[in-house]
């Protein structure tokens, strides 16, 4: 689950269904975006609510336009399922994390791959960015190691 920037609603995702928009006041259902080919495991919306990012089993991260209910882009580079998303506070990347033991770093408009961060034993089951954004924290890999990376050269802090 997600909630949107403004509150006003939150994403649901599930085991083989679509990623539904949901109103917070009713519960009604806004629209639903179809396209991973098992579940859904992590949701992001972008800063400015105008993007939903969700993350799946198939390994691959889509940016949905909230607009027109259609996949903005596909990222495609995880081996192994997608569990985790982050935005960066301005909006300008996305964070993943996945199976593989590898968080991956996008552009958000593009979709280009910025760079990878790799050094976990294990599946990479969260990502977050630091307020300033300069930052980003990834956390799993046996034993619930916790690396911390500078997002502008990708070295190890």
Same mark, same amino acid.
């Given at each position: 689950m997600a909630f949107s920037p403004d509150g006003s609603t939150f994403a649901v995702g599930a085991w083989g269904r679509p990623v539904r928009l949901r109103r917070v006041d009713d519960g009604g259902e806004v629209r639903t975006f179809s396209g991973h080919s098992s579940r859904?495991?992590?949701?992001?919306?972008?800063? !400015?609510g105008r993007t939903l990012a969700s993350a799946g089993a198939d390994g691959r991260v889509r940016l949905w336009d909230l607009g027109r209910e259609v996949a903005r882009r596909e990222l495609v580079g995880h081996e192994g399922e997608a569990l985790a998303l982050a935005y960066s506070p301005d909006g300008r990347l996305l964070a993943s994390a996945g199976? !593989?033991?590898?968080?991956r770093l996008w552009e958000a408009d593009t979709g280009r791959l910025v760079r990878t961060f790799a050094g976990y034993g294990g599946?990479?089951?969260?990502v977050s960015f630091r307020r300033e954004g300069t930052t980003l924290a990834c956390g799993g890999g046996f034993g619930g190691a916790v690396m911390l990376w500078d997002v502008e050269t990708g070295a190890e802090l």
């Open positions: 859904t495991l992590a949701l992001a919306f972008s800063p !400015d199976a !593989d033991g590898v968080a599946p990479v089951l969260s």
